[in-house]
């Protein structure tokens, strides 16, 4: 759960250094800033209730229900729900998630990546210094490293890997890689 806490704190804080201005910019996802911190708070929502048990659906009516918004406060008060909802689920927990049924476990992998390739998303977009906590997205490479395969035959994640970083590549630019961004 600490790699979670870790992850959330970081979009957050990258979610506190974007300009003002930056909010209508495009991000590498072909959605712009707004967009993108608002899918971020809808899959952290999207997790709280799924880890509750519901279906797909009836998550994603439950966080259509709570509305969106790209606030600070909102992403800081999903991250934490998401956490205690991982924090609270079983070990066996399953999600049905919309690409099919999945154990909590590997459902955590996914929010991981959507926290820390956003938070990098969000960074390229307004043209900040491109870096995200080495800790955690060493961490995240860590756990998605063996997982990666069965992560990108799972869900969307753009291009999939290049093929062309090596073994010996800072985490962050292996992770982004993996999952379709090709940093400059």
């Known amino acids: 759960m600490e790699l979670l806490v870790a992850?959330?704190?970081?979009f957050e804080r990258v979610v506190q250094e974007l300009p003002d201005e930056s909010w209508h910019l495009p991000?590498?996802?072909e959605v712009d800033v707004h967009e993108l911190v608002e899918h971020v708070?809808?899959?952290n929502r999207f997790a709280v209730a799924a880890l509750s048990g519901v279906s797909a659906a009836e998550a994603?009516?439950?966080i259509r229900a709570q509305g969106f918004g790209p606030e600070l406060e909102v992403v800081q008060e999903s991250a934490a729900a998401q956490i205690a909802a991982f924090q609270a689920a079983p070990e066996d927990q399953v999600v049905h998630h919309p690409n099919g049924d999945i154990p909590a476990e590997a459902?955590?992998?996914?929010?991981?990546?959507?926290?820390v390739?956003?938070?990098?998303?969000?960074?390229?977009?307004?043209?900040?210094p491109e870096m995200v906590d080495a800790q955690v997205t060493e961490g995240v490479w860590r756990v998605i490293e063996?997982?990666?395969?069965?992560?990108?035959?799972f869900g969307s994640y753009g291009d999939g890997p290049s093929g062309v970083v090596?073994?010996?590549?800072?985490?962050?630019q292996k992770l982004l890689d993996a999952f379709g961004r090709r940093p400059v």
């Open 41 to 43: 708070v809808g899959g």
């Open 146 to 153: 063996p997982r990666l395969s069965e992560m990108l035959a």
């Open 27 to 29: 991000t590498p996802c």
């Open 117 to 128: 390739v956003h938070a990098w998303d969000l960074l390229s977009a307004a043209q900040l």
């Open 60 to 62: 994603w009516a439950i």
């Open 7 to 10: 992850a959330s704190a970081e």
């Open 166 to 172: 090596p073994s010996e590549a800072p985490a962050q």
């Open 107 to 115: 459902f955590l992998r996914y929010r991981l990546v959507d926290l």
